[in-house]
């Protein structure tokens, strides 16, 4: 299968399950996004594991697309920049988690690219901070946070009941 018509198959997935037919699907630059009617994700390679790690992060962003007041954590960034950063890991797993309700069958697709995520990962070579952030996008799924550092983990283990009001709230503010 080609490069291009797999490409033309995440399009269509993600107009389909976001419901926004104006939706441009763009391959480029090295990290996901999406703005109003533009979705970004870094160029597909023509392999198995591209395509799988490529519907992941069109369902993730399409859960934004659904889910998330766009422009929230820019307003929360311009206050903090840690701020925004918080709210983004927590919206993380908020929409990930109201997507697989929607669409039961990408729970599996979620859990098996979060777990190579984690796995491929060498926590002691990232920064508290960061550690911290993710730790917080682990507890908001439901998944062990035991990979992060005990630093980071002592940093977020009293937020855990309110991540876990943050992640089971119907929509971004809460």
């Known amino acids: 299968m080609s490069k291009f018509y797999l490409e033309d198959r995440l399009r269509s997935f993600a ?3 976001t419901g926004n037919y104006k939706l441009k699907v763009i391959f480029t630059g090295t990290g996901a996004s999406i703005t109003t009617n533009r979705m970004y994700v870094p160029p597909l390679k023509n392999t198995q594991e591209a395509f799988s790690v490529a519907k992941f992060l069109v369902a993730h962003e399409s859960g934004h697309d659904i889910f998330s007041i766009m422009d929230l954590k820019e307003k929360a960034s311009k206050k903090s920049i840690l701020l925004g950063d918080i709210l983004n890991s927590l919206e993380d797993a908020r929409i990930e988690k109201l997507m697989t309700e929607r669409y039961e069958g990408l729970g599996a697709l979620f859990d098996a690219e979060v777990g190579k995520i984690i796995h491929e990962r060498d926590y002691s070579e990232i920064p508290l901070s960061v550690q911290a952030l993710h730790g917080l996008y682990l507890m908001g799924k439901g998944y062990d946070i035991s990979p992060i550092s005990q630093e980071a983990q002592d ?13 089971k709230a119907k929509n971004s503010n809460g």
């Not at 940093?155 to 992640?167: N, Q, R, T």
């Open 15 to 17: 107009r389909m399950i």
């Open 155 to 167: 940093l977020i283990s009293g937020m855990k009941d309110l991540v876990g009001k943050a992640v």
